[in-house]
């Protein structure tokens, strides 16, 4: 007479949890490789988009200055053109883009000294396409440097600026550096 034995021992039950072990850890650490590939591409992305969108920006105001002043003062705030300020003196816009002679807008970049903060000031000069005020360009410019072509920045008819944006995500430190130089068109 053959008996049926039904159930699962011991060791099998061992066997099986085991395996089981296995296969969640394996997954679990696939999941946590792509999260870290992920992460670290998303942050390379984003300072690359911040750090080229500001340098843009930067240049092309420059090319449409009439070059650097030594300072201006933005509604309180005096900005002193040095290698961690630039002050762009701009034909002034009306509200259809048209220059308006003899009228200049100011536009300030400043690198605070105690933190990784890079600003833009505005003072334009009357109603027209630029707006009085400043604005937040990026919170993690960890390098800004104005360089200019003559020892007195007001003299130059030319300024490099290198930004350097550094940003950290769980550990993960990433840096994008670039760099330029533009001659002023205007300058007269």
């Known amino acids: 007479m053959k008996t049926n034995k039904a159930g699962v021992s011991l060791v099998e039950i061992i066997i099986g ?13 696939a999941i ?4 870290k590939i992920y992460d670290a591409s998303s942050i390379e992305n984003d300072i690359h988009a911040e750090n080229l969108t500001i340098m843009e920006r930067l240049s092309k105001l420059a090319r449409e200055s009439r070059g650097i002043v030594a300072s201006h003062n933005f509604s309180g705030t005096l900005l002193t053109s040095s290698s961690s300020t630039a002050v762009f003196e701009l034909p002034h816009l009306d509200l259809s883009g048209n220059i308006v002679a003899n009228y200049y807008d100011y ?25 009085d005020g400043s604005r937040l360009l990026s ?11 003559n020892s007195t920045p007001a003299n130059s008819t030319e300024i490099t600026f290198l930004l350097e944006i550094t940003k950290t995500l769980r550990g993960q430190q990433k840096i994008f550096s670039n760099s330029t130089s533009i001659y002023f068109q205007n300058k007269q």
């Open 17 to 29: 949890m085991a395996l089981l072990t296995v296969f969640v850890l394996s997954i679990n650490s």
């Open 32 to 35: 946590v490789s792509h999260y």
């Open 139 to 149: 919170k993690f410019a960890s390098k800004v440097i104005f360089g200019y072509n």
């Open 107 to 131: 536009l300030g970049f400043l690198k605070s000294p105690t933190s990784t903060y890079f600003y833009e000031y505005t003072d334009a000069a009357g109603t027209g396409l630029r707006k």
